[in-house]
């Protein structure tokens, strides 16, 4: 009781006088430290759980990071394969207003597995005015032909392969002879080349539009190595494909007067009959602005008695793939 009633004094002296702020203050200054030492413990922990936090925010942090750099490296990988892409792109439109002829530019979506067939699948079909013998290039030179047509694919059979010939002509002086394939990707020889003929390493063949199956000039093969012997008939003639036929994704299908096609879309024939979805389809065929290369005129080739266009000796399952044979 006595404490309270002189707490009450002291609360009430302070407040009307100032004779008690000189006592306060020393008193406040002794009680500093006291007042350090028990809130210790308290900051103690708040500092130790702001380290703790602080490291679960940055690993947090860290992690995101991680995630958005993997996030931009795959764009930047995506952004290397468009790039690329785009690269093959122009030099397929490059090559496609070199060429008289229409044309319609297809992808490569399969590859047949089996060792001995050179072949390859492309994303355009029957529906897309493809026919069996359509010539096939890529933007560097003459790939193959249709040999096989489906509604919305088609396989096309590689001039490697070693049941495809077709007629060519050595660029420099008209030496004619016939490619064909040799069963892989690196070369086709070059059949019918007399031991003394004109044909050097380095030359360029080119299609010679014999047999009406390509149409002559597209370039076919540049030779590798020419080895004569005396005592044979035929040179030895190695020629390295100049298309990329192992590299390339997109082709040009061509529509050549040769084929019998220079002028519309097989689905246009006279006589047809067309639905509403081919009608469509071959509309959007015709304003492809990859399509509005002009046609080709009425090219004069050689007639079919031409030694070059005799039958070839191939299989008979294998007849539309090479040129000439009818």
Same mark, same amino acid.
Do not use: C
């Given at each position: 009781?006595?404490? #309270?009633?002189?707490? &009450?004094?002291?609360?009430?002296? =302070?407040?009307?006088?100032?004779?008690? +702020?000189?006592?306060?203050?020393?008193?406040?200054?002794i009680?500093?430290? &006291?007042?350090?030492?028990?809130?210790?413990?308290?900051?103690l922990?708040d500092?130790?759980?702001?380290?703790?936090?602080?490291?679960?925010?940055?690993?947090?942090?860290? %992690?995101?990071?991680?995630?958005?750099?993997?996030?931009?490296?795959?764009?930047?990988?995506? @952004?290397?394969t468009?790039?690329? +892409?785009?690269?093959?792109?122009?030099?397929? @439109?490059?090559?496609? #207003?070199?060429?008289? %002829?229409?044309?319609?530019? *297809?992808?490569?979506?399969?590859?047949?597995?089996?060792?001995?067939?050179?072949?390859?699948?492309?994303?355009?079909? /029957?529906?897309?005015?493809? $026919?069996?013998?359509?010539?096939?290039?890529?933007?560097?030179?003459?790939? !193959?032909?249709?040999?096989?047509?489906?509604? $919305?694919?088609?396989?096309?059979?590689?001039?490697? =392969?070693?049941?495809?010939?077709?007629?060519?002509?050595?660029?420099?002086?008209?030496?004619? *002879? &016939?490619a064909?394939?040799?069963?892989?990707?690196?070369?086709?020889?070059?059949?019918?080349?007399?031991?003394?003929?004109?044909?050097?390493?380095?030359? &360029?063949?080119?299609?010679?539009?014999?047999?009406?199956?390509?149409?002559? !000039?597209?370039?076919?093969?540049?030779?590798?190595?020419?080895?004569q012997d005396?005592?044979?008939? $035929?040179?030895?003639?190695?020629?390295?494909?100049?298309? +990329?036929?192992?590299?390339?994704?997109?082709?040009?299908?061509? $529509?050549?007067?040769e084929?019998?096609?220079?002028?519309?879309?097989?689905?246009?024939? /006279?006589? #047809?009959?067309?639905? =509403?979805?081919?009608? +469509?389809?071959? /509309?959007?065929?015709?304003?492809?602005?990859?399509?509005?290369?002009?046609? *080709?005129? /009425?090219?004069?080739?050689?007639?079919?008695?031409?030694?070059?266009?005799?039958?070839?000796?191939?299989?008979?399952?294998?007849?539309?793939?090479?040129?000439?044979?009818?």
């Open positions: 009781m006595v404490l #309270s009633v002189l707490s &009450i004094a002291l609360m009430v002296a =302070d407040a009307r006088v100032s004779t008690l +702020q000189p006592l306060r203050s020393n008193l406040s200054l009680l500093t430290p &006291i007042y350090y030492v028990a809130d210790l413990p308290v900051r922990w500092a130790v759980y702001q380290q703790v936090s602080s490291r679960a925010d940055l690993l947090a942090e860290n %992690e995101r990071l991680r995630a958005e750099a993997l996030l931009i490296q795959r764009k930047l990988q995506k @952004l290397a468009l790039t690329e +892409q785009n690269v093959r792109l122009r030099e397929l @439109l490059n090559s496609s #207003s070199l060429v008289d %002829e229409r044309v319609l530019v *297809a992808e490569l979506v399969g590859v047949d597995p089996n060792p001995y067939t050179q072949r390859v699948l492309i994303n355009k079909g /029957e529906r897309d005015g493809v $026919f069996l013998g359509q010539p096939v290039l890529d933007a560097t030179g003459l790939m !193959g032909q249709v040999v096989e047509v489906m509604p $919305f694919t088609a396989r096309v059979l590689l001039i490697t =392969d070693s049941s495809h010939s077709l007629p060519v002509q050595v660029n420099r002086n008209g030496l004619r *002879a &016939i064909s394939g040799a069963g892989n990707n690196e070369w086709l020889e070059l059949r019918f080349v007399g031991d003394t003929a004109d044909i050097r390493v380095d030359d &360029i063949l080119v299609s010679s539009g014999l047999g009406q199956r390509f149409p002559a !000039g597209y370039p076919v093969g540049r030779v590798l190595s020419v080895e005396p005592s044979q008939p $035929f040179a030895d003639v190695k020629v390295a494909p100049t298309a +990329q036929l192992t590299r390339s994704r997109y082709m040009l299908l061509v $529509f050549s007067a084929s019998g096609y220079g002028e519309l879309v097989p689905v246009l024939e /006279e006589g #047809s009959e067309l639905n =509403d979805a081919e009608v +469509q389809a071959v /509309e959007d065929a015709l304003q492809d602005p990859v399509l509005s290369a002009p046609a *080709a005129p /009425e090219a004069t080739t050689e007639t079919p008695s031409a030694p070059l266009d005799a039958p070839l000796s191939v299989p008979p399952s294998e007849a539309p793939a090479v040129e000439g044979a009818q």
